[in-house]
């Protein structure tokens, strides 16, 4: 298993910019997560995914959306990019089921400058 | 709302020394709790996680510790080496409407000198 892979690993925007990190699963994980690990900081999270075709906002949604058409795939998009989101970008994956450790597994994240 | 807290900050002991790192956490209601690793420009690796319902967990050199009712939680890392040098994090699952999202404390920065 590959786990949860991440790409890119590093992009530099300019502001007003938009990118899509992509964030893929092969544990057939149903629930998945995207955090934002500011310098110094713990992550939070932006948003997260019970299934397939349903999301909901975490802590700090604003500036991004995302969808979630398969169990595998949880792409997070940045539309207008600006200089507060610069930042390093994990996807988590977590296998929410009767019985389980509700353990996450961490891609490898992406490193994004805003400039 | 639950918050995590983490202290020191920052750590530094020679090569050998046994060290203890803390984590607090405000609210008891939790499904567990994870340690993880990070090394500089890295991501996560995962070390050791607890349910709620234990009171440690082992691995190796490590052993974390978690007392639900006073809302801590204790890593000990055993005979410490300088490839023990990372930052080390801890999480609380939060059983919210959230999607069992991960609260994370800001980190201890260990520095283990040869």
């Known amino acids: 298993n590959a786990g949860v892979t991440q790409t890119p690993k590093f992009r530099i925007l300019k502001i007003g910019q938009s990118m899509t990190l992509q964030c893929t699963q092969d544990m057939n994980h149903n629930y998945m997560y995207w955090y934002r690990q500011d310098p110094g900081m713990g992550l939070k999270l932006i948003y997260y995914s019970v299934g397939a075709g349903i999301t909901d906002k975490g802590e700090v949604p604003n500036g991004y959306n995302v969808s979630r058409s398969t169990t595998e795939d949880f792409p997070l998009r940045l539309e207008l990019a600006a200089p507060s989101q610069t930042s390093v970008y994990f996807c988590?994956?977590?296998?929410?089921?009767?019985?389980?450790?509700?353990?996450?597994?961490f891609g490898p994240g992406t490193r994004l400058t805003v400039t | 709302k639950q918050e995590v807290t983490q202290i020191p900050a920052a750590l530094s002991v020679p090569e050998g020394e046994n060290l203890v790192l803390n984590c607090s956490f405000t609210?008891?209601?939790?499904?567990?709790l994870q340690w993880f690793r990070q090394d500089p420009g890295k991501g996560l690796t995962s070390l050791l996680l607890?349910?709620?319902?234990?009171r440690e967990q082992t691995s190796g050199r490590l052993n974390a510790s978690l007392d639900k009712s006073s809302g801590r939680s204790t890593l000990y890392i055993a005979a410490s080496q300088p490839g023990d040098s990372a930052t080390y994090l801890c999480?609380?699952?939060?059983?919210?409407?959230?999607?069992?999202?991960?609260?994370f404390g800001q980190g201890t920065e260990l520095s283990v000198k040869p």
């Open positions: 607890i349910q709620s319902s234990q």
């Open positions: 988590a994956s977590s296998p929410w089921t009767s019985g389980s450790l509700h353990e996450q597994y």
């Open positions: 999480a609380v699952n939060a059983p919210d409407n959230q999607g069992g999202k991960l609260i």
């Open positions: 609210d008891s209601a939790i499904y567990n």
